[in-house]
């Protein structure tokens, strides 16, 4: 079993709505968890950290669920430019190394 | 923000070459920087974890004798892929953080290609 799960899509959604995925992890020890972005053959970039109490930034909505041990991210009002694939990123041990997940890919048609 | 470059961006080069990476993070020190490969649709591996004047801890199965990593300052960490062949051809990411809780900030790889 993979340590950090994504569904790997595609996510087809149509500009302006609204799209959501999950990831899930098997570390219960894990403390802390990112959503990075990553386009076509480039480098993952930190989207936003997730918070234990959910947290927002503009369009982007993150949760985290310890008891089921899964991270969401929900974007609203899609933009062309949200198409991309959005790793799931945990954090593993004590040092800091993290786990990724493979990706979820999301295009946004206009 | 953390920006963390990486050169060259792209190598292509005959096999048993040997390939030298370099990271550096532009306006923070980092303490520790990790190296990645990715193969297509993959996720990111882990190959080696490097903090500054020490030696890398490398993850199973990754060889350190063909991986070698120096990061002998605190704005600088290299890979050096020796004797690469065409099995070695990937996308080679580094990864710099200043502090334990902060996150990592990535440089914008290097793609391999070794023929």
């Known amino acids: 079993r993979k340590e950090v799960e994504q569904d790997p899509g595609p996510f087809n959604v149509p500009e302006g709505a609204t799209v959501a995925f999950n990831c899930t992890y098997s570390n219960s020890a894990s403390q802390s968890f990112f959503w990075y972005r990553q386009d076509c053959r480039k480098e993952p970039k930190l989207l936003m950290s997730?918070?234990?109490s959910g947290n927002e930034d503009g369009r982007f909505t993150a949760q985290l669920n310890r008891a089921s041990q899964y991270i969401s991210l929900l974007i609203r009002d899609s933009k062309l430019s949200d198409s991309a694939t959005y790793l799931c990123?945990?954090?593993?041990?004590?040092?800091?190394?993290?786990?990724f997940g493979a990706g979820t890919q999301v295009v946004v048609t206009p | 923000g953390a920006v963390v470059s990486q050169h060259p961006s792209w190598v292509i080069c005959k096999s048993g070459t040997s390939v030298k990476i370099e990271c550096r993070s532009l306006?923070?020190?980092?303490?520790?920087m990790f190296w990645y490969r990715q193969f297509p649709k993959q996720s990111l591996m882990l190959m080696a974890t490097s903090n500054e004047g020490s030696k890398a801890t490398y993850e199973q199965g990754v060889e350190k004798d063909k991986f070698l990593i120096n990061h002998a300052s605190l704005t600088l960490s290299t890979l050096t892929v020796t004797s690469a062949h065409p099995e070695d051809s990937s996308f080679y990411i580094c990864?710099?953080?200043?502090?334990?809780?902060?996150?990592?900030?990535f440089g914008d790889g290097t793609r391999l290609s070794i023929l």
């Open positions: 306006d923070f020190q980092a303490t520790t």
């Open positions: 990123v945990v954090n593993a041990d004590s040092w800091g190394k993290l786990q």
């Open positions: 997730v918070y234990s």
């Open positions: 990864s710099a953080r200043s502090l334990l809780n902060q996150p990592q900030h």
